[in-house]
Nanobody
Framework: QVQLVESGGGLVQAGGSLRLSCAAS????????MGWFRQAPGKEREFVAA????????YYADSVKGRINISRDNAKNTVYLQMNSLKPEDTAVYYC???????????????????WGQGTQVTVSS
């Protein structure tokens, strides 16, 4: 059974940093794109960042570009999201996602991901 388990969320003041982790089990994702999405109350789940299988290519939402970095450790089957200069508008539940197949196209679209974690809450106070 495939599982994605996020950790590292919490409460932080504006301007602070958090590092989210997503540990995968049940299969290896070393050949697959992985991503992070977030959902604030009353809003659609939105794209945050995605990374290709090797970690050599990444996409970011314009709203987080320059403040957030996605990385992965294939040996640990884990993807990370380093978030700096956090703002109150970053408050949301953050979800890790992974694809079943190989390929990098449409990496910003949540519909192209097959596996999802349960989410971790990030709250940024002003």
């Amino acid at each position: 059974q495939v599982q994605l388990v996020e950790s590292g969320g919490g409460l932080v003041q504006a301007g602070g940093s958090l590092r989210l982790s997503c540990a995968a089990s049940g299969r290896t994702f070393s050949s697959n794109a992985m991503g992070w999405f977030r959902q604030a109350p009353g809003k659609e789940r939105e794209f945050v960042a995605a990374i290709n299988w090797s970690g050599g290519t990444a996409y970011y939402a314009d709203s987080v570009k320059g403040r957030i970095n996605i990385s992965r450790d294939n040996a640990k089957n884990t993807v990370y999201l380093q978030m700096n200069s956090l703002k109150p508008e970053d408050t949301a539940v953050y979800y890790c996602a992974a694809r079943r197949g190989i390929g990098w196209g449409n990496a910003r679209h949540k519909g192209t991901y097959d596996y999802w974690g349960q989410g971790t809450q990030v709250t940024v106070s002003s």
